[in-house]
């Protein structure tokens, strides 16, 4: 059991399937009492009634004081896992970009706006941000998902270490593929880059349950994330030669 979840009020956005549904059922396990939320309304109560949870269904930006109340005026572990795969290129609808942005960054800023007061005066609280290692390097085919998911890793490491030393714990969980219906919807990019590697939600939510006992900030449920980021830093003109290659197959096969 990882004793920073037990008995903690636990909110968990896009819970109702996929990661977010496997995050609610781990914090249950461990002992968390948990808000479920989703867009569906019977998704995010299906879930909730089969951890012994509440569901808070509506949009993840303003869910925050309705799910405080659910769990009795205290959030300790918010989740924001909610999130669009959006693909496209720079010729993508501006509604696809703002849609992607609104979702994948600024539902997070609200969040963190509505939750840190409370937090920063008793010097304690976690944010979880389900982000992505399209985060730390890219996505061939999906520049909305990339861009805003560097985005939220961007807010994720800024509130780390702007309010680390006031008591706020933040983790970034970084997954390549995970077999989720997000994964199906990213068509013949994510069948060559995602689908061979893939693991399973549950994987994702073991993976944050260490990064929570050892207070680690990037959570890397795929540990050769760590050497791609690396190498991007390292030697970009090289990584991105890498990249084109990549993106060239996935031309041809297409």
Partial sequence: MVEAVQDAGVVVTG??????????RRFAAEGARVVVNDLDAGRAKAVADEIGGVAVPGD????????????????????????????????????????????????HVRAARALLPA????????????????????????????????????????LSLTYR???????????????TDMLTASGSAGELVLVPTAI????????LMKGIA????????????????QARATEPDRWLTNMNHLQQKWESAR
């Avoid at 399973?200 to 993976?207: F, I, L, S, Y």
Wanted: proline fraction near 3%.
């Fill in 15 to 24: 819970a109702g399937g996929g990661i977010g549904a496997a995050l609610a």
């Fill in 60 to 107: 993840a930006s303003t869910i925050v004081t309705e799910a405080r109340d659910a769990l009795g005026s205290t959030v300790d572990i918010y989740c924001a896992n909610a999130g669009l795969g959006s693909g496209g290129t720079e010729a993508a609808g501006e509604d696809v970009w703002a849609q992607a942005w609104d979702v994948n960054v600024m539902a």
């Fill in 119 to 158: 937090w920063l005066e008793r010097g304690q609280g976690r944010f979880v941000s389900t982000v992505s290692a399209a985060g730390l390097l890219t996505m061939i085919g999906a520049a909305p998902y990339s861009v805003t998911k560097h985005g939220a890793y961007a807010f994720a490491e800024w």
């Fill in 165 to 179: 030393h006031r008591g706020l714990k933040v983790h970034a969980i970084c997954p390549q593929g995970v077999r």
């Fill in 200 to 207: 399973e939600p549950a994987d994702v939510a073991d993976a």
């Fill in 214 to 229: 050892e207070d680690r900030f990037l959570i890397l449920p795929h540990s050769e994330v760590a050497a791609y980021y």
